[in-house]
């Protein structure tokens, strides 16, 4: 198998005050003769590791199963790191999410060649992940077009904003929580119910009229799960 090369660079962000570690699997048919889309992960080492994701996109390219991605990884420095900017209520949240759309999207343009339209652009994340991930898109709809949702942490902040989001620049969504996500270990030692929260989550979003893939899989909140789902999540938003 062709295998593409991972880049690990580090950029500024005004936004946050701070480095972001940036992580980019480029295919191994990378060139700038040709175009593709982005893929960007939040808890991005995650991805790139357990997700095993270089491996994933370098299996279905070579098979001629998907069009041209970059997936790009934005690792978390640590626990409180992550709660602090993927938490809806947390101090660094905002500053993140305008990380994401003006200046991450924007070097990433200008450095490789990409569509530059919100429909070649997608978001993805596990748990808390996913929770940051479907914010962005709610907040910055024309610039981010697809969203892949592995068993997001969804709380009232998350369903005011898919509330009150108007439907008329909306994004595709792929959803996914598994049937045994009723007993979640949270970082704080607490644990809470997922699997509730993400039906009202999924009902509220086809009630709104997105664009939506819904799916509930056997197994609990864990990469046991979410790496098999990755392919079928690239297949079915990038497939050809």
């Known amino acids: ?12 962000s005004d936004a946050l005050g701070e480095d972001m570690q940036v992580l980019v699997h480029l295919p191994a048919n990378y060139s700038p003769l040709y175009k593709y889309s982005l893929v960007i992960a939040s808890d991005g080492k995650d991805y790139f590791q357990l997700g095993r994701v270089p491996r994933v996109v370098d299996e279905l390219l070579e098979n ?15 626990v409180q790191d992550r709660n602090r900017k993927y938490e809806p209520d947390g101090e660094q949240h905002a500053a993140y999410l305008r990380f994401l759309a003006h200046e991450l999207v924007p070097y990433l343009d200008e450095t490789y060649p990409t569509y530059q339209v919100g429909m070649g652009r997608t978001l993805i994340g596990d748990s808390l992940a996913a929770t940051v991930s479907l914010m962005a898109a709610l907040k910055y709809p024309n610039i981010f077009g697809r969203v892949i949702l592995q068993s997001p942490k969804v709380g009232p902040e998350m369903m005011e904003a ?32 997922f699997l509730s929260p993400n039906r009202e989550l999924n009902e509220l979003m086809k009630n709104k009229g997105f664009s939506l893939f819904y799916e509930e899989f056997k197994g609990d909140h864990t990469w046991k799960y979410w790496q098999p789902d990755l392919k079928r999540a690239l297949l079915m938003n990038f497939g050809m």
Do not use: C, W
Request: net charge negative.
């Open 1 to 12: 198998m062709n295998k593409g090369r991972v880049e690990d660079f580090t950029l500024h």
């Open 64 to 78: 001629q199963e998907i069009e041209n991605i970059i997936f790009v990884g934005i690792p978390y420095k640590s």
């Open 162 to 193: 898919v509330e009150k989001f108007p439907m008329n620049n909306s994004f595709t969504v792929y959803h996914v929580i598994g049937s045994e996500e009723t007993d979640v270990k949270l970082t704080n030692g607490e644990t809470a119910d």
